[in-house]
Nanobody, 116 residues
Framework: EVQLAESGGGMVQPGGSLRLSCAASGFTFSAYDMTWIRRAPGKELEWVSYINFGGTTTYYADSVKGRFTISRDNAKTTVYLQMNSLKPEDTAVYYC?????????WGQGTQVTVSS
């Protein structure tokens, strides 16, 4: 059974940093690309970042480029999202996602709140 468990969220002041983790199990983690997605209050889901299975290719939404860094540790079956220079508009529930055989698997999400 595919399981994804996000952690690391919390409340931080503008300009602060957080590192999110997504621990994966139930599948061959090193064979799959991973994605971070977020949902801000009252808004649609927003794709945030992508990393390929080997960690050699990454992409970012324009809204987070230069501030967020995605990475992965295949030995620990974990994907990370380092978030720096956080802004109030980064407030959202953050989810990690993996797609297998055209089926999306999501974690339960972790809340990030950026507020003074």
């Amino acid at each position: 059974e595919v399981q994804l468990a996000e952690s690391g969220g919390g409340m931080v002041q503008p300009g602060g940093s957080l590192r999110l983790s997504c621990a994966a199990s139930g599948f061959t983690f090193s064979a799959y690309d991973m994605t971070w997605i977020r949902r801000a209050p009252g808004k649609e889901l927003e794709w945030v970042s992508y990393i390929n299975f080997g960690g050699t290719t990454t992409y970012y939404a324009d809204s987070v480029k230069g501030r967020f860094t995605i990475s992965r540790d295949n030995a620990k079956t974990t994907v990370y999202l380092q978030m720096n220079s956080l802004k109030p508009e980064d407030t959202a529930v953050y989810y990690c996602k993996v797609t297998q055989w055209n089926h999306d698997y999501w974690g339960q999400g972790t809340q990030v709140t950026v507020s003074s």
